[in-house]
């Protein structure tokens, strides 16, 4: 059972008899969710900037605001909302000083009056810059990414039914499994070494002095012999060499391995959404493993079913 709400010109419309198809997408820190929904005008005509709130068996979906109608010459109109993260697109001067993800996430919110949900406190604070022609979701992201090189941990910023919120993925784990055997119709997997895996880590520490710049190796040897030397290189005046080490060590164990990408074709579960992690299981290939959500569509009309693309 769905309820489909929508707010025109201060007067809520429920209008799920109306609506003949509903997909919702989502990507992990990659911008906002949408919603784009096809509904058959009865003299009631969405306009841009309508608050759209969609639930699915008492489950709260989306919560955002109309950007995009668009009709033919027939009854049919289609309409897409974005939720309220798509105002942080506009570029601007962001000033990061003595801030933590946690911290610019915040001060995003009311510099757009945006609603604040849950804000996991991420601790690492980043370093002093000024990010010029910048949107504030590529300087969040930007933060998530040097909390996670350097600390080893991951998090993710959404929207969730009208509130921003900032957790850490660990936070985010399903008790679910996905796969031949267990909601999934069909599916196709990938194992790379092409992007983002790397044996070898090179930091150049060039510290304050002469005396201080120094190159910091870690590597797999094993893995060098099995797949050649695949190496990541970064400079960094802002580290000496014990930071190096420890970020190297970090980056590691982050990326010595083969990248695995499993997407899935499956009866919908409201619960997926990116960043979430489930347990996949193809017998068929004899595979195993926890696996996060890289994105997801959804489509809710005749049956709920999903596309999920998932990564190790």
């Known amino acids: 059972m769905m309820?489909?709400?929508?707010?025109?010109?201060?007067?809520?419309?429920?209008?799920?008899?109306?609506?003949?198809?509903?997909?919702?997408?989502?990507?992990?820190?990659?911008?906002?969710?949408?919603?784009?929904?096809?509904?058959?005008?009865?003299?009631?005509?969405i306009k841009n900037g309508s608050v759209v709130s969609?639930?699915?068996?008492?489950?709260?979906?989306?919560?955002?605001?109309?950007?995009?109608?668009?009709?033919?010459?027939?009854?049919?109109i289609t309409v897409t909302a974005y939720d309220q993260l798509r105002y942080c697109k506009a570029k601007d001067i962001i000033i990061v000083n003595e801030d933590t993800v946690t911290t610019l996430v915040t001060?995003?919110?009311?510099?757009?009056?945006?609603?604040?949900?849950?804000?996991s406190d991420m601790g690492y604070k980043l370093a002093t810059e000024v990010k010029d022609d910048s949107t504030w979701l590529d300087v969040i992201y930007s933060g998530i990414s040097d909390t996670l090189t350097n600390k080893g941990t991951w998090y993710l910023l959404r929207d969730e039914f009208g509130s921003v919120c900032l957790q850490n993925l660990t936070d985010l784990q399903l008790n679910l499994i996905l796969g031949d055997q267990?909601?999934?119709?069909?599916?196709?997997?990938?194992?790379?070494?092409?992007?983002?895996?790397?044996?070898?880590?090179k930091i150049y520490a060039k510290g304050e002095t002469d005396t201080?710049?120094?190159?910091?190796?870690?590597?797999?040897?094993?893995?060098?012999?099995?797949?050649?030397?695949?190496?990541?290189y970064e400079a960094s005046d802002k580290m000496n060499a014990s930071a190096a080490k420890s970020k190297a060590d970090?980056?590691?164990?982050?990326?010595?391995?083969?990248?695995?990408?499993?997407?899935?074709?499956?009866?919908?579960?409201?619960r997926i959404r990116a960043g979430t992690s489930f347990f996949g299981k193809i017998e068929d290939i004899d595979y195993s493993q926890r696996l996060i959500v890289k994105s997801v569509t959804h489509n809710y009309l005749p049956i709920h079913t999903m596309e999920v693309e998932a990564m190790l």
Do not use: P, W
């Not at 007067?11 to 989502?26: A, G, M, W």
């Not at 639930?55 to 989306?62: A, R």
């Not at 909601?183 to 070898?200: F, H, R, V």
């Open 182 to 201: 267990s909601l999934a119709y069909d599916y196709s997997y990938e194992k790379s070494i092409d992007e983002e895996t790397y044996n070898q880590i």
């Open 250 to 270: 970090i980056l590691l164990k982050l990326y010595n391995r083969e990248s695995e990408t499993l997407t899935l074709s499956c009866l919908g579960d409201t």
């Open 54 to 76: 969609f639930t699915y068996n008492s489950s709260n979906i989306f919560y955002g605001f109309v950007f995009k109608v668009s009709r033919g010459k027939g009854k049919e």
């Open 107 to 119: 001060r995003m919110c009311n510099y757009y009056h945006l609603k604040k949900g849950t804000l």
């Open 212 to 232: 201080e710049k120094q190159f910091v190796v870690v590597n797999d040897k094993t893995a060098v012999s099995t797949y050649g030397l695949l190496m990541y």
């Open 3 to 45: 309820e489909f709400l929508v707010k025109v010109d201060d007067k809520t419309y429920e209008i799920s008899q109306l609506v003949s198809k509903v997909t919702f997408k989502d990507s992990i820190n990659n911008g906002c969710s949408s919603l784009e929904f096809t509904y058959i005008n009865q003299d009631l005509i």
